[in-house]
C-alpha cells in the first residue's frame, strides 16, 4: 500500500485566482492521477502524471486549466487556474504502486476540498 | 472514459442485514473491477477487488458477485453494521492502460439501528 498526503486539505479562493495543489506519497512511485469529485458525484479522472514526462490529461481537461508537475517519484502538484465557482470539488490525488503492471489497484489521498466564491 | 453504471443511488439498511448494490459496465475490454468505500471527509479506500476469472470473491463480511455475460457485477455486505454506513463506488478498468479508473455513480449506504 501507499500513505499519500494533500496539501492544503480545504481552501476558500476568489474567483480568477489560482491553487496549486500538493500531492505527497511515503514511497517512490511510477504513475500519479489526480480526480475531481463534485459534491455528491462521482471521481473523475483528471490526468495522469508519471515522472519524467507529460501528464496526459483525460477528455474536457487541458493543460492551461490544470497544469500539473511532477518532479520526483513522490511528489506532484495539480494547479487550478482562474478559478470560477465551477471549480468547487474535492481534488484528489491516487498512485498506483506498481505501475499498472500487475494489480491495477490505487490508493487515494484525503482530498482537498476546494470553495471558490 | 466508459461507463460504468451504478444502483441503487442510496440505500437504508437495518442493522444486521444484507446491503446489495450493483453494477453494469458496457466495454467487454474491462479486466479489473474494485470497490471504494469513502467516508465524509476522506479519500476512498480500497475496499475489494474482484478479476473476470472468477465469479465470487469473498472478504469477511464482504463479497462480490460477478457475472461476466451480462456485464454485472455487485457488492453484498452481510451482517452490515453503523460502521459500514459511507458511500461506494463501483470501478472497471483495462489492465495495461495506465490504471485509468472508470467509477460508477456512487451508493450512500446508511446503516439504522
Same mark, same amino acid.
Given at each position: 500500500?501507499?500513505?499519500?498526503?494533500?496539501?492544503?486539505?480545504?481552501?476558500?479562493?476568489?474567483?480568477?485566482?489560482?491553487?496549486?495543489?500538493?500531492?505527497?506519497?511515503?514511497?517512490?512511485?511510477?504513475?500519479?492521477?489526480?480526480?475531481?469529485?463534485?459534491?455528491?458525484q462521482s471521481?473523475?479522472?483528471?490526468?495522469?502524471?508519471?515522472?519524467?514526462?507529460?501528464?496526459?490529461?483525460? /477528455?474536457?481537461?487541458?493543460?492551461?486549466?490544470?497544469?500539473?508537475?511532477?518532479?520526483?517519484?513522490?511528489? /506532484?502538484?495539480?494547479?487550478?487556474?482562474?478559478?470560477?465557482?465551477?471549480? /468547487?470539488?474535492?481534488?484528489?490525488? /491516487?498512485?498506483?504502486?506498481?505501475?499498472?503492471?500487475?494489480?491495477?489497484?490505487?490508493?487515494?489521498?484525503?482530498?482537498?476540498?476546494?470553495?471558490?466564491? | 472514459?466508459?461507463?460504468?453504471k451504478q444502483?441503487?443511488q442510496?440505500?437504508?439498511? %437495518?442493522?444486521?442485514?444484507?446491503?446489495?448494490?450493483?453494477?453494469?459496465?458496457?466495454?467487454?475490454?474491462?479486466?479489473?473491477?474494485?470497490?471504494?468505500?469513502?467516508?465524509?471527509?476522506?479519500?476512498? $479506500?480500497?475496499?475489494? $477487488?474482484?478479476?473476470?476469472?472468477?465469479?465470487?470473491?469473498?472478504?469477511?463480511?464482504?463479497?462480490?458477485?460477478?457475472?461476466?455475460?451480462?456485464? %454485472?457485477?455487485?457488492?453484498?455486505?452481510?451482517?452490515?453494521?453503523?460502521?459500514?454506513?459511507?458511500?461506494?463506488?463501483?470501478?472497471?478498468?483495462?489492465?495495461?492502460? $495506465?490504471?485509468?479508473?472508470?467509477f460508477g455513480t456512487g451508493t450512500?449506504?446508511?446503516?439504522?439501528?
Amino acid at each position: 500500500s501507499a500513505v499519500i498526503s494533500q496539501k492544503p486539505s480545504r481552501d476558500i479562493c476568489q474567483r480568477g485566482t489560482s491553487l496549486t495543489i500538493q500531492c505527497q506519497v511515503d514511497s517512490q512511485v511510477t504513475m500519479m492521477f489526480w480526480y475531481r469529485q463534485q459534491p455528491g458525484q462521482s471521481l473523475t479522472l483528471i490526468a495522469t502524471a508519471n515522472q519524467g514526462s507529460e501528464a496526459t490529461y483525460e /477528455s474536457g481537461f487541458v493543460i492551461d486549466k490544470f497544469p500539473i508537475s511532477r518532479p520526483n517519484l513522490t511528489f /506532484s502538484t495539480l494547479t487550478v487556474s482562474n478559478m470560477s465557482p465551477e471549480d /468547487s470539488s474535492i481534488y484528489l490525488c /491516487s498512485v498506483d504502486p506498481l505501475g499498472g503492471l500487475s494489480t491495477d489497484t490505487q490508493y487515494f489521498g484525503p482530498g482537498t476540498r476546494l470553495t471558490v466564491l | 472514459q466508459q461507463q460504468v453504471k451504478q444502483s441503487p443511488q442510496s440505500l437504508i439498511v %437495518q442493522k444486521g442485514g444484507i446491503s446489495i448494490i450493483n453494477c453494469a459496465y458496457e466495454n467487454t475490454a474491462f479486466d479489473y473491477f474494485p470497490w471504494y468505500q469513502q467516508f465524509p471527509g476522506k479519500g476512498p $479506500a480500497l475496499l475489494i $477487488a474482484i478479476r473476470p476469472d472468477v465469479s465470487e470473491k469473498k472478504e469477511g463480511r464482504f463479497t462480490i458477485s460477478f457475472n461476466k455475460s451480462a456485464k %454485472q457485477f455487485s457488492l453484498h455486505i452481510m451482517d452490515s453494521q453503523p460502521g459500514d454506513s459511507a458511500t461506494y463506488f463501483c470501478a472497471a478498468t483495462r489492465s495495461g492502460t $495506465a490504471s485509468k479508473l472508470t467509477f460508477g455513480t456512487g451508493t450512500r449506504l446508511q446503516v439504522t439501528l
